[in-house]
Antibody, heavy 115, light 107 residues
Framework: QVHLQESGPGLVKPSETLSLTCTVSGASITSYYWSWIRQPPGKGLESIGYRYHTGTINYNPSLKSRVTISLDTSKNQFSLRLNSVTAADTAVYYC?????????WGQGTLVTVSS | EIVMTQSPATLSVSPGERATLSCRASQSVSSNLAWYQQKAGQAPRLLIYGASTRATGIPARFSGSGSGTEFTLTISSLQSEDFAVYYCQQYNDWPYTFGQGTKLEIK
C-alpha cells in the first residue's frame, strides 16, 4: 500500500517561499510520476505540477514562474517550492501519485499566507 | 485551458435512489476524464478514469460514461457513505483541470 505524507510550515508570510515535502512509503520514488495539487478553502482543485525521476516535469502555466518540484531519491521524497506567495496561495496542498489521474493522495496540509 | 463545468452544484437524493451527475468540457477531452469523491476533511479518492473504468476497490454501483465533451457519473443505489462532493477532471490537455464539484446531499 502506497502512503504519502506532506510536511512543512502551516503559515508563510506574504512574498516569502512556501516549501513542502512529501514522504513516500510503500513505493519507490522512481516508480511513479509525482504531483502536487492544491485546494483553496471551500473551493475546487488545481493541478500545480508533476515530475518523474528521469527529469520529465510540467508546471501549471499560471504558476510556472514561481514553482519548483524536485525529487530526492535517497530519501524517497519529493518537494514543492512556491516563491513570492500571496493570500491567493492559501490552500490545502496535496501530494499525489500519478500525473494524469491520481490514485494515491496524502492527507493534505493547510498552508496559510498571512503576516 | 479547458474549463470543466459540473451540474448541478448540489443534488439532493434519498438513500437507495439513483444519482446522476454531469460534467461538460469546454472542448473535447476524448475519454481522458476522471471522477473523484471527496468527503469533508479528506483527500479526494479516485473513482473512475478513462471516463468509464472503475479504479481499484470502487464498488460496482459507481459507473461513468461519455466521451468528447459530455460525461456522466451514475451511482445506482445511494449508500450513506456516498454523500460527498464529486469532482470531474480532464487529463487530455495540460494543465489538467477539475470541475467545481457537485455536492451530493441526503434528501
Amino acid at each position: 500500500q502506497v502512503h504519502l505524507q506532506e510536511s512543512g510550515p502551516g503559515l508563510v508570510k506574504p512574498s516569502e517561499t512556501l516549501s513542502l515535502t512529501c514522504t513516500v512509503s510503500g513505493a519507490s520514488i522512481t516508480s511513479y510520476y509525482w504531483s502536487w495539487i492544491r485546494q483553496p478553502p471551500g473551493k475546487g482543485l488545481e493541478s500545480i505540477g508533476y515530475r518523474y525521476h528521469t527529469g520529465t516535469i510540467n508546471y501549471n502555466p499560471s504558476l510556472k514562474s514561481r514553482v519548483t518540484i524536485s525529487l530526492d531519491t535517497s530519501k524517497n521524497q519529493f518537494s514543492l517550492r512556491l516563491n513570492s506567495v500571496t493570500a491567493a496561495d492559501t490552500a490545502v496542498y496535496y501530494c499525489a501519485s500519478g500525473y494524469e489521474n491520481f490514485d494515491y493522495w496524502g492527507q493534505g496540509t493547510l498552508v496559510t499566507v498571512s503576516s | 485551458e479547458i474549463v470543466m463545468t459540473q451540474s448541478p452544484a448540489t443534488l439532493s437524493v434519498s438513500p437507495g435512489e439513483r444519482a446522476t451527475l454531469s460534467c461538460r468540457a469546454s472542448q473535447s477531452v476524448s475519454s481522458n476524464l476522471a471522477w473523484y469523491q471527496q468527503k469533508a476533511g479528506q483527500a479526494p479518492r479516485l473513482l473512475i478514469y478513462g471516463a468509464s473504468t472503475r479504479a481499484t476497490g470502487i464498488p460496482a454501483r459507481f459507473s461513468g460514461s461519455g466521451s468528447g465533451t459530455e460525461f456522466t457519473l451514475t451511482i445506482s443505489s445511494l449508500q450513506s457513505e456516498d454523500f460527498a462532493v464529486y469532482y470531474c477532471q480532464q487529463y487530455n490537455d495540460w494543465p489538467y483541470t477539475f470541475g467545481q464539484g457537485t455536492k451530493l446531499e441526503i434528501k
